[in-house]
């Protein structure tokens, strides 16, 4: 069946990077395409980012663009999510998407 393992995420300042991991198994791989959505406490889930099977397309939500990357590494079955000048707002549990299949989160602080 399918899995997606996230990992990558922790606690940074405000102004600092991480990048996200989302570790796919289970399906072809370069037939999907990849979201990556989050979730801060109280509020509802959000997309933030997607990208196509072949990583051609990829778009951003208003409030990540400039700051955000999405990629995928087709020989890895990965999809990535570089996070730059992250801010106290981006603190959420961040979710990978595919084939209609949640992975289990990777939790993301930003706080000084």
């Known amino acids: 069946q399918v899995q997606l393992v996230e990992s990558g ?19 072809t791989f370069t037939d999907y395409g990849m979201n990556w959505y ?16 072949i990583g051609d397309i990829r778009t951003y939500a208003d409030s990540v663009k400039g700051r955000f990357t999405v990629s ?3 020989t890895k079955n ?3 999510l570089e996070m730059n000048m992250l801010k106290p707002e981006d603190t959420a ?3 990978c998407y595919a084939k209609r299949s949640w992975g289990q989160g990777t939790q993301v602080i930003v706080s000084s």
């Open 9 to 27: 995420g922790g606690w940074v300042q405000p102004g600092g990077s991480l990048r996200l991991s989302c570790a796919a198994s289970g399906y």
């Open 38 to 53: 989050r979730q801060a406490p109280g509020k509802e889930r959000e997309l933030v980012a997607t990208i196509t099977n």
């Open 72 to 74: 995928k590494d087709n």
């Open 78 to 80: 990965t999809v990535y």
């Open 93 to 95: 549990v961040y979710y």
